[in-house]
């Protein structure tokens, strides 16, 4: 059972380079999230979405886009990566607003 | 509105209990409560969905005051796999789960 699946799991960046994370899922959950977790701040949503093709902003939006064209993929992407995007990415999905199951993570470090 | 954890860090030896605390400024209309080891995803335990509820996970269990707006998760004999950050997360109504801060839980021998 795969699950929740990131793709990169690691990344170097260098400042104004753009770059796409991206998520996939096979368990047709409708609904999926991005999170960006920090030291101290727990988890933070940067963009979910409710279903194919709808995108809504969370807390933390600024300086990210995403897209979902297919059910099973939510992707997230950099346009102009700045040093404060340093940060670990955790993509989630779920069944409605139930439980969430988490991804393994994509660590981005940006210089 | 992030809702606050309390304590922020906290030691135990193996089988002493614990008690985490989520509290939050707006009404709540569901808890979850979620548990991520280090280096690891963050990993479901259990929801809450209503006022009085309570519920248990093995020897770990929590429960839910909806008229004070709080939540508390109660380890008990913790053994050293509990070890990790202990997440709640809270709706609000029609919104996304906006999860606490976390409490970081070091269970020792």
């Known amino acids: 059972n795969a699950g929740v699946t990131q793709t990169p799991k690691f990344r170097v960046l260098k400042t104004g380079q753009s770059m796409t994370l991206l998520c996939a899922q096979d368990?047709?959950?409708?609904?999926m999230y991005w999170y960006r977790q920090d030291p101290g701040m727990g988890l933070r949503l940067i963009h979910y979405?409710?279903?194919?093709?709808?995108?809504a902003k969370g807390e933390v939006p600024d300086g990210y886009n995403v897209s979902r064209l297919k059910k099973q993929n939510f992707l997230l992407g950099l346009e102009s990566a700045a040093p404060s995007q340093t940060s670990v990415y955790f993509c989630?999905?779920?069944?409605?607003?139930?439980?969430?199951?988490f991804g393994d993570g994509t660590r981005l470090s940006i210089l | 509105q992030q809702p606050v954890q309390s304590p922020q860090a906290v030691i135990l030896r193996e089988g002493e209990d614990a008690v985490i605390n989520c509290s939050s400024s707006?009404?709540?209309?569901?808890v979850h409560w979620y548990r991520q080891k280090h280096g690891e995803a963050p990993v479901f335990l259990m929801i809450l969905l209503k006022g009085g509820e309570q519920k248990g996970h093995d020897k770990i269990s929590a429960s839910f005051n909806e008229k004070k707006q709080q939540s508390s998760l109660y380890l008990t004999a913790s053994q050293l796999s509990y070890s990790g950050t202990y997440f709640c997360?809270?709706?609000?109504?029609?919104?996304?789960?906006?999860f606490g801060k976390g409490t970081r839980l070091s269970v020792i021998a």
């Open positions: 997360g809270i709706h609000s109504g029609n919104t996304p789960l906006v």
């Open positions: 989630a999905s779920s069944s409605g607003p139930s439980p969430q199951h």
């Open positions: 707006k009404a709540l209309y569901s």
């Open positions: 979405s409710v279903g194919e093709g709808t995108t």
């Open positions: 368990m047709n959950h409708e609904y």
